[in-house]
């Protein structure tokens, strides 16, 4: 079975540019979960979604959103980037949204300039 | 409250020693605590997870061993090989409360076995 696939692998934009990454769950597995790992530093949670409702955001502001489409694949949107918004975006899915392991994508660097 | 805070930063290891990295929580509601692998470039890949209604888990090379009472818990990997070297993250998550699957992550370890 495939795994957890991202798009696009890399990306640069310019500060104040918006950015939408993606990323399709392993088959069968209805919740996504995003994090964003600074070089250097653990990864951290941004949003989980869960059968395409919100389940959990982290401390991230409003500048961050994200969506779940029917197929359980999912967007991550951010607006109006800044230079602090470079990292690595991970997406990572479970077949449920609790007590079930967490299986991760390779991810999309972003880099701000 | 939700931190987890992870020891060494880094760590070098002789091919076919033990390598060992601990980490510590506070949030006593945290009930899944999993450890992934992750070399450069790649997600982070799950190793070995365990919940508090044991002490210790092993799967082939890469046992935890989970203190309750002390709210700490470590990775061994024995007889750690060359290829095990990459940055090994520890984390918790409260799966049975609200946080709904929101892994909390330790700083992260880097492993470097020499042959």
């Known amino acids: 079975d495939a795994g957890v696939t991202q798009s696009p692998t890399h990306l640069i934009k310019t500060r104040g540019q918006q950015v939408t990454l993606r990323c399709s769950p392993i088959?069968?597995?209805?919740?996504v979960s995003w994090y964003q790992q600074v070089l250097g530093q653990g990864p951290q949670f941004i949003f989980q979604?869960?059968?395409?409702?919100?389940?959990g955001r982290g401390n991230f502001p409003d500048r961050f959103s994200a969506r779940q489409f029917p197929n359980y694949s999912s967007e991550l949107n951010v607006n109006a980037l800044l230079l602090g918004d470079s990292a690595l975006y991970l997406c990572?899915?479970?077949?449920?949204?609790?007590?079930?392991?967490?299986?991760f994508g390779p991810g999309t660097r972003l880099t701000v300039t | 409250q939700q931190q987890v805070k992870q020891s060494p930063q880094s760590l070098i290891v002789q091919k076919g020693g033990i390598s060992i990295i601990n980490c510590a929580y506070e949030?006593?509601?945290?009930?899944?605590f999993p450890w992934y692998q992750q070399f450069p470039g790649k997600g982070p890949a799950l190793l070995i997870a365990?919940?508090?209604?044991?002490s210790e888990k092993k799967e082939g090379r890469f046992t935890i061993s989970f203190n309750k009472s002390a709210k700490q818990f470590s990775l061994h990997i024995m007889d750690s090989q060359p290829g095990d070297s990459a940055t090994y993250f520890c984390?918790?998550?409260?799966?049975?409360?609200?946080?709904?699957?929101?892994?909390?992550f330790g700083q992260g370890t880097i492993l470097t076995v020499h042959p």
């Open positions: 990572a899915s479970s077949f449920r949204d609790s007590y079930y392991e967490q299986y």
């Open positions: 088959s069968g597995h209805k919740s």
């Open positions: 979604y869960y059968e395409k409702e919100e389940r």
């Open positions: 949030n006593t509601a945290f009930d899944y």
């Open positions: 365990i919940r508090p209604d044991v």
């Open positions: 984390a918790a998550d409260n799966a049975g409360g609200t946080s709904y699957g929101k892994l909390t």
